[in-house]
């Protein structure tokens, strides 16, 4: 199993950026999928999750009206879509697998490398 993220970087406030996510190695329509990030000096956080058809599954507070997940099946590729960034948006963003595959349970077995997002 292999996630790769992709599409961090550096943007001012109010602007916009999508990160990618490759997977490999699985079926990676069977799983549900989510980001994660964890800012400097702050544990990991859950961003946002889809179910395996696209449905979401988990919206944080800090994500509503501003983070859009998607995923294309075909391309075994999750994006997230992030408009309105803030500066407490700053974080290493990565893109995690269920461990199981079908259902959402919070059980987060497999992590990419993360890809950095600046927002200053």
Do not use: H
């Amino acid at each position: 199993v292999q996630l790769v993220e992709s599409g961090g970087g550096s943007v001012q406030p109010g602007g916009s950026l999508r990160l990618s996510c490759v997977a490999s190695g699985y079926t990676s329509s069977s799983y549900c999928m989510a980001w994660f990030r964890q800012a400097p000096g702050k544990e990991r956080e859950g961003v946002v999750g889809i179910y395996t058809r696209g449905l979401i599954a988990y919206l944080s507070d800090s994500a509503k009206g501003r983070f859009t997940i998607s995923r294309d099946n075909a391309k075994n590729t999750v994006y997230l879509q992030m408009n309105s960034l803030k500066p407490e948006d700053t974080a290493v963003y990565y893109c995690v697998r269920e461990a199981y595959g079908g259902s959402w349970l919070g059980m987060f077995g497999y992590w990419g490398q993360g890809t950095q997002v600046t927002v200053s």
